[in-house]
């Protein structure tokens, strides 16, 4: 799992399949390709354990 936050808050929830949802709600100044096509506040990133 991911330790630190980059200008936002970290929410996970481990799913049945054994990886971890990450949810970052970003505040700040982020990337355009890092949300392609992702609502401008929430970023999806699938996590490996």
């Known amino acids: 799992m ?3 936050s980059i ?8 799913l049945s399949s054994g990886r971890t949802l ?6 700040c100044v982020h990337s355009p390709s890092e949300d392609r096509g992702i609502p401008r506040r929430y970023q999806l990133s699938l ?3």
Not at 7 to 14: C, H, K, L, V
């Open 2 to 4: 991911p330790s630190s």
């Open 7 to 14: 200008n936002g808050y970290i929410d996970s929830m481990q």
């Open 22 to 27: 990450t949810i970052r709600t970003r505040t």
């Open 47 to 49: 996590w490996e354990k």
